[in-house]
């Protein structure tokens, strides 16, 4: 009975981290599996079951006609998204916490709205717009949709940030004749950067990942997203496993660089 009472009181004290485990194993099975069958040499068109170890698709990953053309176009596509969403994401941030205006609630809001409410309805709005207004689908109108549906999330990264900021700082800054813009190149903006930098990064993963918006608004446009989809009805080439281990090791290495960067920045500081 001991060493059951022991057990269930070690398995409550580490239930949560059990459960994180888990969880964790559960979110990074998939791209273990694309990993794997990035390594396949399939003898059908179906990359779908194991036959032998090879690394053709790792020495041709653009083998497979306009696969490349598309990942560069999803990559253009989500750098502009990004960079546009951060700086309106960031500006309107800042104006909902530091300024009190007219139908600041109602705004407040209407930016969250994209978040809350399903892509398809985004998407289908977006296309009734353009075609109202006789814009020809493409590239552009993939951007503006990207921009709007990213939009959101940097708000809600920038707004937690710059609400957990001590305005004494900035007013010690003013105290010491630093200028609007002084105070907020050195102080300001660089204790909101983690949260503006968080943003981004979302809103790139959300840009680059995008299939529902960008099927509605793309034309004769065609992204990686759609490439891979369309290319599940006819056979999966292993060079599209080659594309997402590679996307995936990158995000790894961005998330571990900015913690080490973080943690070495805390351990500089407490010295």
Known sequence: MSAISTGVHWLRRNLVVIAGLITLAYLILPNVVVTVFSFNNPTGRFNYTWQEFSLDAWKDPCGVADLCGSLSLSLQIAFWATLGATVLGAMIAFALVRYRFRARGAV??????????????????????????????????????????????????VKARVLSMDPRLEEAARDLYAGPLQTF?????????????????????????????????????????????GSAQRGT???INVIGTAMFVIAVLVVLTGQI???????????
């Open 261 to 271: 960067v973080t943690s070495r920045r805390k351990k500089s500081q407490h010295s």
């Open 237 to 239: 080439p292993v060079q």
């Open 185 to 229: 190149l050195r102080v300001t903006l660089p204790i909101a950067a983690p949260g503006i930098a968080a943003g981004a990064l979302l809103s790139f993963a959300l840009s680059f990942d995008d299939f529902i918006i960008t099927n509605f608004n793309s034309g004769n446009t065609v992204t990686f997203p759609m490439f891979v989809w």
């Open 108 to 157: 407040n809001s209407l930016i969250f709205l994209p978040m809350a409410m399903p892509e398809i309805v985004m998407a289908a709005s977006l296309l009734a717009l353009f075609l109202n207004m006789g814009v020809k689908l493409g590239f552009w109108t993939i951007l503006i949709a990207h921009i709007m549906f990213c939009l959101s999330f940097v708000v809600a990264a």
